[in-house]
């Protein structure tokens, strides 16, 4: 069984672009959530998906959208970015969900950050 | 409104010494409770949640709602427990982390 991976490891972009961040869930997990941490902070959550659906969504911009595929592998994009959005971004995988129902949740390495 | 709040940034306690991590919520609802720790050079991975009222690596954690509290605990800390602990809220679409708390465990 393999673990939650997510890629890039680190990246840089400058502001005004935008980023695609990927992540591969844990094999089973039908859910996956993405949270920004910058330094020195929790983490933050931005959104959950289940089964291909958003489910739920953290005080975030429009301009970070994700997308969870068929394969439960999940995308996040940030558009226009800003210097602020410089963090480390997680996902987590948890095996099953739905409204209302948190099962535990496995988290990622992470992608690092930097806007120029 | 800050929904998690981990009033001690840094904590140091000796081995063997009694260990309380602080946790304080704000919601209105029935909460859900987790403790996540992430060691060094780890991912972040759960503790404990209080539906399942385990005790995990000898750490238990009670729920107050009175006090809107679930503060972590252990009677005996050890070396490895040293690592940064994030207590965490889920209201049934959202998820909140508290900022954490760093514990050291002299040794």
């Known amino acids: 069984e393999t673990g939650v991976t997510q890629s890039p490891t680190h990246l840089i972009k400058t502001r005004g672009q935008q980023v695609t961040l990927r992540c591969s869930s844990q094999s089973g997990h039908n859910t996956v959530s993405w949270y920004q941490q910058a330094l020195g902070q929790g983490p933050q959550f931005i959104f959950q998906?289940?089964?291909?659906?958003?489910?739920g969504r953290g005080n975030f911009p429009p301009r970070f959208s994700g997308l969870q595929f068929p394969n439960y592998s999940s995308e996040l994009n940030v558009n226009a970015l800003e210097l602020d959005d410089s963090a480390l971004y997680l996902c987590?995988?948890?095996?099953?969900?739905?409204?209302?129902?948190?099962?535990?949740?496995?988290f990622g390495p992470g992608t690092r950050l930097l806007v120029l | 409104a800050q929904r998690v709040t981990q009033p001690e940034k840094l904590l140091s306690v000796f081995k063997g010494a009694p260990v309380e991590l602080k946790c304080n919520y704000s919601?209105?609802?029935?909460?859900?409770l987790f403790w996540y720790v992430q060691y060094s050079r780890q991912r972040l991975q759960l503790l404990l949640r209080h539906i399942s009222r385990e005790s995990i690596k000898g750490f238990t954690a009670d729920l107050n709602k009175g006090e809107t509290s679930f503060h972590l605990k252990k009677p005996f800390a050890q070396e490895e427990d040293s690592a940064m602990y994030y207590c965490?809220?889920?209201?049934?679409?959202?998820?909140?982390f508290g900022t954490g708390t760093s514990l050291t465990v002299i040794p």
């Open positions: 998906y289940y089964r291909e659906e958003e489910n």
């Open positions: 965490a809220l889920y209201t049934g679409n959202q998820f909140y």
């Open positions: 987590a995988s948890s095996p099953s969900g739905g409204l209302g129902i948190q099962e535990t949740q496995y």
């Open positions: 919601y209105s609802g029935s909460p859900e």
